[in-house]
């Protein structure tokens, strides 16, 4: 049996292939695209905010972020740790060396062991991190419902949205649409992922009284907390703008300089002829 050629195919079922292709690819994509289209989705994206410090250099209000502080000492701490966060972090940002000392006296710290080999409890020094509300994930899942609230020390850094999110997620609590089923213990919120979340409203008007005396509104209450937790996320916020606005200050001088010694080392260099002569060789 003689072996087959290769096949060869015409210029019309060239073009047959080429649109069979085609149309595959395009069918494809539209069917796809309407099928996102028509998925019904519960989470809305939390809407852009312009913050103090959303600049490029811009930093953070300290004032806000002592009053955030003081909404997490007494709204969040009862459920959310901040295990990343020592108290030595306060000093020369929100409160003086003699307030973050204070601050960590009033925890107890389990320390040891001692000389007898037992564990002990101390009032905590500033180089304690935050203490956190439950001893293990056990406990804290037991005191809510099977739910282990997240530590909070990276959460603005953790969820898409940053404090965009956790803004609108503590004032978008509101009564389920039609036809959404909550079980027991469950809260509605259109921002967090499904819709349904085990942690009822954390905050509302007047929940605590700011030291300074600004008036503690629900969202002025969100505002500082969601700039506390900005803090809390990248202590070295505005170091690192102040060493990028000294970095782009050193550069803009170094390249002003380095064009002009540029211009004058290579100036003689590039204004060269240079003239190349065949060399004739005898045969």
């Known amino acids: 049996m003689a072996p087959l050629g290769p096949l060869v195919l015409t210029a019309g079922k060239k073009a047959a292939l080429a649109g069979i292709g085609l149309f595959t690819g395009v069918g494809g994509a539209v069917a796809f695209k309407l099928d996102q289209e028509v998925k019904a989705d519960m989470t809305l994206h939390a809407p852009h905010l312009h913050w103090s410090h959303s600049g490029m250099f811009d930093s953070l209000d300290h004032a806000s972020v002592r009053r955030g502080y003081q909404v997490y000492k007494q709204v969040c701490a009862a459920c959310h740790s901040l295990r990343f966060l020592a108290y030595r972090n306060l000093v020369g940002v929100t409160h003086t060396e003699a307030e973050a000392k204070e601050l960590a006296e009033e925890a107890q710290?389990?320390?040891?062991?001692?000389?007898?080999?037992?564990?002990?409890?101390?009032?905590?020094?500033?180089?304690?991190?935050f203490p956190s509300p439950f001893p293990n994930d056990a406990a804290a899942a037991a005191a809510n419902n099977g739910a282990i609230p997240p530590d909070l020390s990276f959460i603005t850094l953790a969820r898409h949205g940053g404090e965009d999110y956790i803004y609108h997620l503590l004032n978008g609590y509101c009564d389920p649409p039609a036809g959404i089923d909550l079980r027991d213990g469950q809260h509605f919120n259109p921002y967090y992922p499904g819709g349904a979340i085990g942690m009822g409203p954390p905050i509302y008007n007047e929940i605590v009284e700011f030291e300074d005396g600004t008036p503690a509104t629900q969202s002025q209450v969100a505002k500082d907390v969601c700039t506390f937790l900005t803090w809390a996320a990248s202590p070295e916020h505005d170091a690192r703008k102040k060493m990028a606005i000294k970095s782009v200050m050193i550069f803009a001088m170094l390249m002003g300089s380095s064009y002009y010694l540029k211009k004058h080392k290579w100036s003689v260099i590039k204004s060269r002829k240079i003239i190349y002569t065949p060399r004739v060789t005898s045969s």
């Open 109 to 129: 710290v389990e320390d040891g062991p001692n000389e007898a080999g037992d564990m002990f409890m101390r009032p905590g020094k500033l180089s304690d991190y």
